[in-house]
């Protein structure tokens, strides 16, 4: 089993900083793909950010040039440094592990951008 914890969420005023990060536990195989995915009331969960093999990287099309995804040293971790948010940034972000063991969530962390 594998258990994610995220943190770093919070409220921020449009323009500003947040980096969330998350740390993965448990039964764990080097060949993973970790990312986080945004999620608000009454819509589905929209990918904003992946980091795979080779720390190869993608990114949802309204983060781009915004937000950076990192492994951490350990690569059990991931940090997502959103800069330059906006209220659309608002959501409950969900930290995600695929692997071949299958596919583990995070609690999610909610982040909130005033205008």
């Known amino acids: 089993q594998v258990e994610l914890v995220e943190s770093g969420g919070g409220l921020v005023q449009a323009g500003g900083s947040l980096t969330l990060s998350c740390t993965a536990s448990g039964s764990l195989v080097d060949e993973n793909i970790m990312g986080w995915y945004r999620q608000v009331p009454g819509q589905q969960r929209d990918m904003v950010a992946l980091?795979?093999?080779?720390?190869?990287?993608a990114y949802g099309t309204s983060v781009k040039n915004r937000f950076t995804i990192s492994r951490g040293d350990a690569k059990d971790t991931i940090h997502l440094q959103m800069n330059k948010l906006t209220p659309e940034d608002t959501g409950v972000y969900f930290c995600?592990?695929?692997?071949?063991?299958?596919?583990?969530w995070g609690q999610g962390t909610q982040v909130t951008v005033s205008s």
């Open positions: 980091v795979g093999g080779r720390d190869s990287v």
């Open positions: 995600k592990l695929h692997s071949a063991q299958g596919d583990f």
